[in-house]
């Protein structure tokens, strides 16, 4: 395949991701609730199963004791830029978590999804984080108490200090220099 068919297929794949994006009123970046599931293998006995929380016991979850920051992450298996990251989150976890890191992924799904989809794909990405499902009927309520500006769109990641400051948040996909660069100053005592 020559030099200018492949730039121009890959061109043309852009085009096509950014205009399927523009159709449904979404950034490029993130996705909001749709009815797409996630295609993945079972879970291995590795993985922790998910568990249900509702606002309050998410409220707890952000809490910080002053001993250890954290990083986490709102997703759901139907987000498509969700499950593209998610590789780099669990290299994340891997690497900083020895480090002194804790790291939450919340899921989005439906809780139906609790023991089908989210523990199939947590799976598949050979993923070690605590995941909890946030099981609200109104999730608005949630999402701002965790963040006013954020809207609730997929993926948001937020990076807390260990006295429980956001000093890192990212909307859409993660940029993986950035939020490595934003824990190394967090695990290094460097803030």
């Not at 085009?15 to 909001?32: D, I, R």
């Not at 952000?62 to 593209?84: E, I």
């Amino acid at each position: 395949m020559t030099h200018a068919r492949k730039l121009w297929l890959a061109t043309t794949a852009t085009a096509l991701v950014l205009a399927g994006s523009l159709f449904l009123n979404l950034p490029a970046t993130a996705q909001t609730r749709s009815s797409r599931t996630a295609r993945a293998k079972p879970a291995t006995k590795s993985t922790p199963a998910p568990r249900a929380i509702n606002s309050e016991e998410l409220q707890s979850l952000l809490k910080r004791d002053g001993n250890r920051p954290l990083l986490v992450n709102f997703w759901a298996t139907w987000c498509d830029p969700c499950r593209d990251e998610f590789p780099e989150l669990v290299q994340i976890d891997t690497r900083y978590r020895p480090k002194g890191l804790d790291f939450i992924a919340i899921s989005l799904d439906d809780f139906a999804d609790l023991k089908t989809a989210v523990p199939k794909f947590l799976g598949t990405m050979k993923a070690k984080m605590p995941v909890y499902l946030l099981n609200v009927a109104d999730p608005e309520p949630a999402i701002n108490s965790v963040d006013s500006a954020w809207s609730g769109a997929l993926p948001a990641t937020f990076l807390y200090d260990k006295n429980g400051q956001v000093v890192y948040k990212h909307f859409g996909r993660i940029k993986a220099v950035e939020l490595r660069a934003a824990i190394e100053k967090l695990v290094s005592g460097k803030q």
